[in-house]
């Protein structure tokens, strides 16, 4: 059974059935052979075979010869390929965000350089201005962060339903990526909060109270 010829990797198309030649053509109602897989020695000249084989092949109408060997060469670039092209869409769609949430909460904030100043011409430092800008940051990451992961996960659920009898996908919850994408949104809600936070804290008070909103 180990000296069979096959490849017996997992793969999308199903499961591979071992049959005898009279029950394969009832089943299938081919006469020929479609496919012959051919083992090979380690210490095979490939050049002289693949030259034979590919004479053998141009005798039969779309016969093609491929080498196994190439064709796993050919699926892990093409694996590689769409783990770039990935990366790189899952990159836009984070800068996208991290662009928007930095607006939003900026905006926000210094929208209301009014309300800070008064704040801090009725006696509240710049120490506790800090910590309360700081903690609706904080805020906005932890909300951003529980809504963004509770609706991602759902909608690569539906993806996986509508896909799984098709390519034979198992369900498996993301940990790592969902918690990775929740305390990522906690750090982009604090940090966006430096820039109109040195902005706020190095304002007169008097020009904070004076700006109209």
Known sequence: ???????????????????????????????????????????????????????????????????????????????????????????????????NVVNTISTNLILRIREFGILRAVGISNARIKKVIMLEGLFYGLISGSLGCIIGNIFVYILFILMKQEMNLIWIFPWKATISAFVGSIVIGILSTIVPLNRISSMNIIDSVRIIE
């Not at 591979?16 to 081919?30: D, L, Q």
């Not at 030259?51 to 060469?73: A, H, W």
Request: glycine letters at 6%; proline letters at 1%.
């Open 1 to 99: 059974m180990r000296d069979i010829p096959l490849q017996r990797a997992k793969t999308v198309l199903g499961l591979t059935v071992i049959a005898h030649e009279n029950t394969f053509k009832k089943i299938s109602g081919m006469e020929t052979y479609q496919r012959l897989d051919i083992k090979v020695d380690k210490d095979v000249n490939k050049k002289i075979l693949e030259d034979k084989l590919s004479v053998i092949t141009k005798r039969v109408s779309r016969g093609t010869c491929v080498s196994l060997e190439e064709e796993i060469k050919n699926n892990e670039q093409q694996k590689r390929n769409i783990k770039v092209l990935g990366y790189i869409l899952v990159g836009v769609i984070v800068l996208i965000g991290l662009i």
